[in-house]
């Protein structure tokens, strides 16, 4: 049973990454013409190796750690089930493994990375600013 609970609190917590990834997109994506925004370094920069991170994956067409650790704890927890999780994360897992053309998902993902990692050049957040100039 701890087995079940653990694999729906790793969908739950992809689905939060993938939140996280697809906001963090939305907001740089505002904050390019609001400065204020780009004060936000630790947010930024968390944003920044997330994406890197994911995109890398995605170019290796590798699987993410948490797929495989929810898959393992599956398994452990009873492999021929039809029904995986709890009714919300069935309904979650359909979100974060959408059955595409992986295409479809590869493509946005790096367009994203790279828009990030160009506006992150471009306009770094203040704090990163100030500690490559040495003030």
Do not use: Q
């Not at 790793?10 to 204020?36: E, M, Q, S």
């Not at 994360?89 to 979100?95: A, N, P, Q, W």
């Amino acid at each position: 049973m701890l087995y079940k609970i653990f694999a729906d609190l790793i969908v739950v917590a992809h689905f939060l990454c993938i939140l996280f990834i697809l906001l963090g997109f939305f907001l740089t994506l505002k904050g390019f013409f609001n400065p204020k925004f780009f004060d936000r370094w630790l947010f930024r920069t968390l944003h920044l190796c997330g994406i890197t991170y994911v995109g890398l994956l995605t170019l290796l067409r590798e699987y993410c750690p948490l797929t495989i650790l929810e898959n393992s704890l599956r398994a452990g927890y009873n492999p021929e089930l039809k029904y995986y999780g709890s009714f919300i994360v069935h309904y979650i897992e359909k979100l974060v493994y959408p059955d595409v053309n992986p295409l479809i998902i590869l493509i946005p993902t790096i367009f994203i990375a790279g828009f990030i990692i160009v506006v992150y050049i471009v306009k770094p957040p203040v704090k990163i600013r100030k500690i490559f100039k040495g003030s």
